[in-house]
């Protein structure tokens, strides 16, 4: 059974930063590519940020480039998101999905609990 728990998240002031972490179980995590998504109060889901299965090619909504970075340890069963320089326009929760590679396509309708984060000008 997959699990995706996503924690990290916080309230933070403009400029700031966090890091995300997912932790995965129930599938050959190695063997999947992943992405960060978040959702705003009132607006759809979208892509954040994906990464293929080795860690090596890594893809971003033009609005978050220069500032997240996505990353994962296989060994770890783990995902991250490192956001730097973070707006007020970022607040959202955030979650991770397994993804088709190299798009911003889930791969499933399951998604975990998800993280807050809060960005305040």
């Known amino acids: 059974q997959v699990q995706l728990v996503e924690s990290g998240g916080g309230s933070v002031q403009a400029g700031g930063s966090l890091r995300l972490s997912c932790t995965a179980s129930?599938?050959?995590?190695?063997?999947?590519?992943m992405g960060w998504f978040r959702q705003a109060p009132g607006k759809e889901r979208g892509g954040v940020a994906s990464?293929?299965?080795?860690?090596?090619?890594?893809y971003y909504r033009d609005s978050v480039k220069g500032r997240f970075t996505i990353s994962r340890d296989n060994a770890k069963n783990t995902l991250y998101l490192q956001m730097n320089n973070l707006e007020p326009e970022d607040t959202a929760t955030y979650y991770c999905?397994?993804?088709?590679?190299?798009?911003?396509?889930?791969?499933?309708?399951?998604w975990g609990q998800g993280t807050q984060v809060t960005v305040s000008s």
């Open positions: 999905a397994k993804v088709y590679c190299h798009t911003f396509s889930p791969m499933s309708s399951y």
């Open positions: 129930g599938f050959v995590f190695p063997a999947d590519c």
């Open positions: 990464i293929d299965t080795g860690g090596h090619k890594t």
